[in-house]
């Protein structure tokens, strides 16, 4: 397994310090509406490499590696979306170029919720992709009994995540994570598995996904409030492919107006590594919508 970075040549790295830690982002593009991205579980800022040079053509572009994931700072043992959210914030800050489009998956809903009832000045819109949300239904994902994942208990049990998950990193992400989610054969390479397993083999590695898995099981209702006294007012685009209409479903119960909806047939969970083509396409068709605005 390697131990340096991927990376590709449209990027540039960059390191900061946000909100008391160390937080790696990459930026591509230079000009345009700034767009960015945030990667869910168990990703990094990789999840969106195939993406980024096609956004880059119309957009700046920022993605990030959340706290407790990839080359950014481990996360301490209280760790939750509040947090992160905050790291958002503080790199929208860092950059300078606010307000910015969102683009979002899986377990960083939460996160990105919080960011723009938080510090709407922030976002011009959001796209969620493959996104639920605690409190209206995203916690069903933890109920074995009714065809949730047993990865969501394993991660926020105390100390297991260390037991069971330390030294067989590549193998949980090449033997279950990515094949039994992954609807596009070949999308998902032994390379980009080699990347994503590098940052959760660090001491700690699995910390951010602890926080943020123990967030959605304890948030529900404090998002549920949040939608009722912040809900979403910003253009949103919700971007369903193996979850189908579980994205737009849930979106509509937390937007003020009317949730932009695509489909794309064919593809898992990890839709920016399977169709980035297709994924770019609906960004830059809703992102052009919302800047013609």
């Known amino acids: 397994m390697p131990t340096t970075s991927a990376t590709i040549p449209a990027v540039v790295h960059h390191t900061a310090r946000i909100n008391g830690a160390q937080i790696h982002y990459v930026t591509a593009g230079v000009a345009g509406s700034p767009i960015l991205l945030v990667h869910g579980f168990p990703e990094t800022w990789w999840a969106f490499h195939k993406v980024i040079p096609l956004l880059s053509l119309a957009h700046r572009v920022v993605a990030v590696d959340l706290r407790g994931f990839g080359d950014s700072s481990t996360a301490d043992d209280g760790h939750d979306s509040t947090t992160a ?21 899986d377990i960083s809903g939460g996160t990105v919720f919080r960011l723009v009832a938080a510090h709407p000045q922030d976002v011009l819109s959001l796209t969620a992709i493959e996104t639920g949300l605690a409190g209206f239904g995203l916690e069903g994902l933890a109920d074995v009994t009714r065809g949730g994942s047993w990865h969501i208990g394993a991660l926020t049990a105390t100390g297991i995540p260390e037991l069971l998950f330390a030294g067989r990193e590549r193998d949980l992400l090449a033997q279950w994570a990515f094949p039994s989610m992954t609807g596009v054969a070949g999308s998902v ?32 209702d404090d998002l549920r409030a949040l939608a009722g006294s912040s809900p979403l007012t910003v253009p949103v685009l919700a971007v369903g492919a193996g979850g189908g209409p579980f994205t737009s479903a849930t979106l509509g119960q937390v937007t003020a107006g009317d949730v932009a909806a695509v489909q794309l047939e064919g593809v898992g969970h990890y ?21 013609a605005t």
């Open 85 to 105: 959210a905050e790291d958002l914030h503080g790199l929208i800050e860092h950059l300078g170029w606010g307000p910015v489009h969102v683009t979002a998956q």
């Open 189 to 220: 390479t032994d390379a980009d598995v080699d990347e994503f397993a590098r940052t959760y083999a660090r001491p700690d590695g699995w910390r951010g996904a602890v926080g943020l898995y123990r967030s959605m099981l304890t948030e529900g």
């Open 271 to 291: 839709a920016a590594l399977e169709a980035p083509e297709a994924l770019a396409a609906a960004i830059l068709d809703f992102t052009g919508s919302v800047d």
